[in-house]
């Protein structure tokens, strides 16, 4: 009796030819009662979906794809419309009205027949939800309310439109008002003709008023803790400061002018510099690393966690350390007047910026100060007399430190590596929490110095040991998409910049480069940077040296920051045993069988630690907006969509003004002209526009911004 499996692979090696089951049983040679169980099978297909009953034949079955009936997961909205993603390709998807989603919810697995074909190849194809297969949702997140014989949860996420309804028998703990976590029972298959959701509380997050549950709330929505286990924490205090008998066969560098540059609220400081001008010309430049791997060794239960958590998340307020504080803040943080255990990258650079010469070793040193980039930029910038006074004997080390810095920045660009500018944007809190300041600034000179510093310490150290044939851990980026860059000169030239997309790589990325220049003086730089960032590929870590397209060099990897990246320690642990003659047949092996996994999990986990930390911004930012309601702005038109017009403010805050504020009429959208054009009024609001709006309303559990329209800058007719 064939499986399943093989029934289906069967039915679809046949296109377009309806087929009996009778020939099926034929094919593999079944008997009658075999035929019978065959038949079920075909149903169970059937009713998942994956093929269909021929109208002509009852007997007769074809692929479901050739009737438009398609299996996949609806994506809901907010508005009660959605799609069906069809094989998790996102642009595969088709539209489903509010009426025609048949009960189905948010990630609900489901089987969808086309009722009309897209007109376009822009536009989707409409379908109906005609069964429901699997529940998607398993559990939700949102606020406890307490009714007379029973509660309900109010799902956070707008795309569930129904409450979950909670018997008294499973509030657990709960009381009105509470956030929580709610599982999602399955109280029988029949998902069409079932209108009801219940669940129990599994998890309560935190009460009403809390100062934090907000960020409470975005960290269990993507299964983080800043908690460490008892275990983790009890073998972290048994770790201890170095003493003499871990100096042995270590270059020692404790006389050396050495110094750190950090943000003035960092408490892991995990790269150290030495710089002095030589005698032929050149510069001899130390980056000097915290060695981690020197207490956190690979299986232990810290090193276990560290690579659960892959990257420390870096909140407005707050740090959600990928290795617990005691080390990652007091035994390996290069803290000043302290003796340290380091990996040192010491390189000779020539006045073009080469390395002419570089040794990487094991090393003792001792910080002889902790500064700021503040403070260092404003010495720099600024000729700040008290500071100058402050840190008179690293002067010098300052001023060479820029000098080098202009060199290797000014190489940099030479090759073509890609620049998006400095800009940055800070919140400031209050005692309570609450932020009172939304600042746009520039970066500085010392976090420039620091920056280039470091990128040529990871690539010196990639192409080490790429040359030496060791597993290792890369930072790639790939070169863009061919029709990533097709989109985005057509896109461009909307705009008045030329990008020749037929032209090599090496020639497209300096035309990006102008462009991005050229857009610095413009009031659309900040459309025209989303643009290039969306046209890019995202990078990530790998076991093979592929390049980095934004950085262009072949040879790049992050080494310097073993605190707070894995990808660093990782490799620390690699470059230690290699150096100390370690690295055998079997060491090799070993990392290999693990480096392309882990570095797998650690792109993975770098995406989640990015999206919290936006999310976290963006609340504080709408928090901040919430307090300016019914302040007008001068903003930038950044997107048009069916749903309406976003808005990059003066402040770098993005809201929406909704299509249904437009009251002179309705609106239409015109793709291939960025616009929304009034039907009637003939009004049209074009990418690039600017404008002046109202902040309307905020919603921080969403971390949205609404605006409605001020006063129109410009009036086109059709």
């Known amino acids: 009796m064939p499986s399943r499996e093989e029934v289906l692979s069967f039915i679809q090696s046949e296109e377009y030819e309806p087929i009996k089951i009778h020939g099926i049983a034929e094919k593999f040679g079944l008997d009658n009662k075999e035929e019978k169980k065959l038949e079920k099978t ?76 897209a007109e376009d190849e822009d536009q989707k194809d409409s379908g109906e939800i005609i069964r429901i297969l699997d529940r998607g949702l398993k559990e939700v997140i949102g606020t406890f309310e307490k009714k007379r014989n029973f509660g309900v949860v109010i799902p956070d996420d707008k795309r569930i439109h129904r409450n979950i309804r909670i018997e008294k028998n499973r509030f657990g703990k709960a009381t009105d008002g509470d956030r929580v976590v709610c599982n ?44 460490f286990s008892p275990f983790v924490i009890r073998d972290a205090k048994k770790i201890e400061a170095p003493i003499e008998e871990d100096f042995k066969n270590r270059l020692d560098l404790r006389k ?43 299986g232990s239960r810290i090193d276990e966690e560290a690579l659960k958590r892959g990257t420390s998340i870096y909140l407005v307020d707050r740090v959600i350390p990928m290795i617990i504080e005691d080390i990652s803040n007091g035994v390996c943080s290069l803290n000043p007047n302290e003796d340290k255990l380091t990996l040192s990258v010491i390189m000779e650079l020539d006045l073009n910026g080469n390395v002419v010469d570089y040794e990487i070793k094991e090393s003792i040193i001792n910080s002889k100060l902790r500064t700021s980039y503040n403070d260092v930029s404003d010495i720099l910038e600024k000729e700040d007399e008290y500071l100058s006074e402050k840190y008179r004997d690293f002067i010098d080390d300052f001023r060479n430190a820029e000098k080098l810095m202009k060199i290797l920045k000014e190489k940099r660009k030479k090759r073509g590596a890609i620049s998006l500018g400095g800009e940055k944007m800070k ?23 620091i920056e280039e510093f470091m990128i040529i310490t990871n690539e010196v150290v990639a192409e080490h ?97 073993p605190i707070r990246r894995y990808a660093d320690l990782l490799n620390h642990r690699i470059i230690k045993e290699t150096i100390n003659g370690e690295m055998d047949e079997n060491r090799k092996e070993h990392f290999k ?56 403010l003066s402040n770098k805050v993005t809201g929406r003004v909704k299509v249904g504020e437009l009251s002179d009429g309705k609106y239409e959208l015109d793709e291939d002209k960025l616009c929304l054009r009034g039907i009637t009024s003939g009004k049209v609001y074009s990418v690039g526009d600017e404008i002046k709006v109202k902040v309307s309303e905020t919603s921080k559990n969403i971390r949205k911004v609404d605006l409605k329209i001020s006063r129109e800058n410009r009036e086109i007719t059709k």
């Open 256 to 298: 050396l002018n050495i110094f750190t540059i950090d943000g003035e609220e960092s408490k892991d400081l995990d790269d150290a510099i030495s710089i002095e001008k030589l005698e032929n010309g050149n510069y001899k430049l130390g980056v000097h690393i915290a060695d981690v791997a020197h207490y956190v060794k690979e």
């Open 465 to 561: 040991f790429y040359n030496l044939k060791v597993p290792f851990v890369y930072r790639v980026h790939e070169n863009p998409d061919k029709e990533n860059i097709d989109y985005f000169s057509e896109f461009a030239a909307r705009f008045g910049y030329d990008l020749d997309s037929g032209k090599d790589i090496l020639e497209q990325r300096e035309e990006l480069n102008n462009i991005l220049k050229e857009s610095e003086r413009k009031k659309d730089s900040c459309i025209i940077k989303s643009m290039v960032l969306r046209t890019l590929e995202k990078a990530r870590y790998s076991d093979e040296c592929i390049g980095h397209f934004g950085i262009s060099n072949m040879y790049y990897c992050h080494f310097t920051s």
């Open 593 to 648: 069988q693990i480096v392309g996994d882990i570095a797998e999990k650690l792109s993975e986990k770098e995406k989640t630690a990015e999206y919290v930390e936006r999310e976290v911004f963006d609340y504080y930012k709408t928090l901040y907006m919430h307090n300016k309601l019914d302040e007008e702005f001068i903003g930038i038109i950044t997107n048009v969509t069916y749903g309406g017009i976003f808005v990059e």
């Open 184 to 227: 999602i029972l399955k109280n029988n298959n029949d998902y069409e003709n079932d209108n009801n959701l219940d669940g129990n509380i599994k998890e309560i997050i935190g009460k009403k008023g809390d100062r934090d549950l907000e960020i409470k709330v975005m960290l269990r929505e993507n299964n983080l803790s800043g908690e």
């Open 427 to 449: 919140i400031s809190l209050d005692d309570n929490g609450k932020p009172i300041s939304l600042d746009v600034e520039d970066r500085r000179v010392a976090e420039e110095i």
């Open 42 to 117: 075909i149903e169970q297909l059937i009713k998942q979906g994956y093929v269909v009953k021929d109208q002509r034949n009852k007997n007769r079955i074809v692929q479901a794809e050739e009737k438009g009936i398609f299996r996949g997961v609806y994506s809901a909205s907010e508005d009660k419309y959605g799609f069906v993603v069809i094989d998790g390709d996102d642009e595969n998807k088709i539209f489903i009205e509010g009426n025609n989603k048949n009960n189905a919810i948010h990630n609900d697995l489901v089987v969808v027949q086309i009722l009309e074909d």
